[in-house]
């Protein structure tokens, strides 16, 4: 099994519960590697040995550069407070290796676009860990919803109430100071609720957001403390800091589905998280009435939308050669040279009677008269055609290649059919 060297810079909290899953990824689930605890980077003291050797790190280093810049390192897990992830992932970055970073990613929309431009650029694997979306139940939510069983969304409501800062005697640690965190719990914690409602629901395209504070100064930690999950840590005594980030926030918004999206939280007992997709269909919901109609049938499933394109032909003239494609909706009704795209997939070569479509490896060689079609949001297959189209041109009766300038593939339409299609898409 290949190894996979960790370098984590980070010896709190998160790098407890980061060294405990890597250390056990491999036994739990079927994976190509073995992860490797090869380096932790934290702060100096003699915690950070004790860190190690408790967790089975097999160095320590105090140098996040160092760290990050090591020869024998593959991937670079950052579980250090916020206001250090920015300069941290694009050392790594540039250092080639792979980047792995704890939420929230960093303080600005800016630093955001800086760190991933970096990643893209290096062409590594990068991955912020909005964990919850691997739980079971947001699996089988995210199934139900793709498969059309919870009929149409409507509503998104989720909550996330933690009760770690309800002490105002808690300690003023850097989660609660805007220079170190960016913001409260809207980061820390809204960014789960707003990841699962992009991941469950789709994109959110209109927001209106209030937040409150209730604790405005706190007692200051000792040098080195971590703090966080920790109320009732010793303090210096009778020193204060102001509090700069709220304690609580609310957000409401629209996604591209329009669904309408709600999220919240705020300082509670216990700590509390849920979410609850309203759809018309609504099996999230206790108070439900049973789904049957007046003949006592069984509401069924919505049928799921079936998309596909045709190679309906191929010309070749003066400006080169061209693949024609028709489909059901106008996305598909394309005239492509090689290297053009369409649903996903590349031209990646042109013959005189199939094109050969390429979607990163897996590659489809189509030919004419044939179909790619899908069902919902499912995988792409190819099929021969077997519908017609209600665009602008349809399989026909194959006619013999023109000895001119036009060529039309066998088994598809005859070169007039595509000659007047190809003067109609371009006066389009």
């Known amino acids: ?39 932790v980077c934290g ?19 105090t140098d996040w550069k160092e760290t990050v810049n090591r020869t024998d390192v593959d991937i670079v897990d950052i579980a250090a407070p916020t206001f250090l992830h920015h300069d941290m992932a694009i050392e790594a970055a540039k250092a080639g290796k792979h980047v792995f970073c704890e939420k929230p990613l960093c303080l600005t929309h800016q630093q955001a676009i800086e760190m991933c431009a ?18 079971p139940a947001v699996s089988l939510a995210k199934q ?7 009929g149409q969304l409507f509503h998104w409501r989720s909550a996330y109430l933690q009760s770690w800062i309800v002490d105002p005697e808690f300690p003023l640690t850097w989660h609660l100071r805007k220079e170190t965190a960016g913001s409260g719990p809207h980061a820390d914690l809204n960014s789960h ?17 209030m937040t409150a504070q209730f604790v405005e100064d706190r007692p200051l930690p000792y040098e080195g403390s971590s703090g966080a999950f920790q109320a009732g840590q010793v303090t210096e005594a009778h020193s204060r800091g102001p509090v ?40 999230f919901d206790p108070n439900r009435r049973p789904n049957r109609v007046r003949d006592d049938t069984r509401i069924k499933p919505p049928t799921l939308s079936t998309e596909s394109f045709a190679l309906v032909g191929i010309m070749s003239y ?58 919902g949001e499912g995988a792409w297959a190819a099929a021969e055609q077997s519908e017609a189209f209600t665009g602008d041109s349809a399989p026909a009766t194959a006619a013999p290649a023109s000895s001119g300038q036009t060529q039309a593939a066998t088994g598809g339409p005859n070169n007039d059919v595509l000659e007047r299609l ?6 389009e």
């Open 118 to 135: 970096a990643a893209e650029k290096a062409g590594i694997v990068h991955y912020l860990n909005h964990n919850y979306r691997r739980c």
């Open 144 to 150: 139900l919803i793709q498969e059309g069983r919870l």
């Open 422 to 427: 190809r003067k109609k898409r371009e006066q």
């Open 1 to 39: 099994m290949k190894k996979l060297n960790i370098a984590m810079i980070g010896s709190k909290f998160m790098g407890k519960a980061h060294s405990g899953s890597w250390s056990r990824v491999h036994r739990f689930f079927d994976v190509p590697f073995e992860p490797v605890l090869k380096v």
């Open 318 to 375: 003066d400006k080169g050669t061209f693949a024609f494609f028709d489909g059901t909706s106008s996305g598909y009704r394309k005239t492509l040279k090689r290297d053009d795209s369409i649903a996903g997939y590349k031209v990646a070569h042109i013959a005189t009677d199939a094109v050969k479509l390429a979607a990163g490896t897996n590659q489809v060689e189509l030919r004419v008269g044939m179909r790619m079609r899908r069902e």
């Open 244 to 283: 700069t980030v709220e304690d609580a926030a609310f957000a409401g918004g629209q996604s591209q589905t329009n669904a309408a999206t709600q999220g919240d939280n705020a300082p509670v007992r216990p700590p509390y998280s849920a979410f609850q997709p309203i759809a018309r269909n609504n099996i």
């Open 43 to 61: 702060r100096p003291g003699g915690s950070l040995q004790a860190f190690a050797d408790r967790w089975g790190w097999e160095s320590i280093s």
């Open 193 to 209: 609720l707003v990841d699962l409602a992009r991941f469950l629901v789709g994109d959110i395209t209109e927001v209106t957001a």
